[in-house]
T-cell receptor, first 111, second 117 residues
């Protein structure tokens, strides 16, 4: 069974630009979460979606947004990129209870 | 906010040795998860614990959900070179201050494990 697929794997953007990252969950998984991973802060929760509704949101500025489509695929968007947004962005999907499966991530570099 | 204290930060051991790492929190969790991450990849789920006091094994790995719901440990027996990686604990829940369900995972900072063949 296919795992969680994130595209693209690598991305280089310039400060001030915006970026959209994509995540396809495991078939049948309706919950999709996004995390930011940096060496300094570790893994930080961004938001979680279930059936196209955002159920939880982390402590990130409004420049970080997301959405989920009816097929459970999810996208996250970061507007007005800053150097500090450089990170590995991870998507995870799960059935209703725990056991989140992560994708390989999108490595975003802001220059 | 919720914080997880994971220790040790790093371990350098000989092949065949047993390893133990743990996480403690000031908050209670409904679920404890243990992940392993290798370079260039996302975290891979090793063990999920859903009940206080639960002890679960997965091959050479054993993990326990603490009775107080504020801690968990992971043991690896007879380590092998492919055990190298960063191990993370993560807690999920409980309820939000608003009373809603909490689907967020709070992660520890990780334990870097190096195994010398």
């Amino acid at each position: 069974k296919a795992g969680v697929t994130q595209t693209p794997r690598y991305l280089i953007k310039t400060r001030g630009q915006q970026v959209t990252l994509s995540c396809s969950p495991i078939s049948g998984h309706r919950s999709v979460s996004w995390y930011q991973q940096t060496p300094g802060q570790g893994l930080q929760f961004l938001f979680e979606y279930f059936s196209e509704t955002q159920r939880n949101k982390g402590n990130f500025p409004g420049r970080f947004s997301g959405r989920q489509f009816s097929n459970s695929r999810s996208e996250m968007n970061v507007s007005t990129l800053e150097l500090g947004d450089s990170a590995l962005y991870l998507c995870a999907s799960s059935l209703e209870r725990g056991g989140y499966t992560f994708g390989s991530g999108t490595r975003l570099t802001v220059v | 906010g919720q914080q997880l204290n994971q220790s040790p930060q790093s371990m350098f051991i000989q092949e065949g040795e047993d390893v133990s790492m743990n996480c403690t929190s000031s908050s209670i969790f409904n679920t404890w998860l243990w992940y392993k991450q290798e370079p260039g990849e996302g975290p891979v789920l090793l063990i999920a614990l859903y009940k206080a006091g639960e002890l679960t094994s997965n091959g050479r790995l054993t993990a326990q959900f603490g009775i107080t719901r504020k801690d968990s440990f992971l043991n690896i027996s007879a380590s092998i070179p492919s055990d190298v990686g960063i191990y993370f604990c993560a807690g999920q829940g409980p309820l939000l201050d608003s009373g809603g369900s909490n689907y967020k995972l709070t992660f520890g900072k990780g334990t870097l494990l190096t195994v010398n063949p």
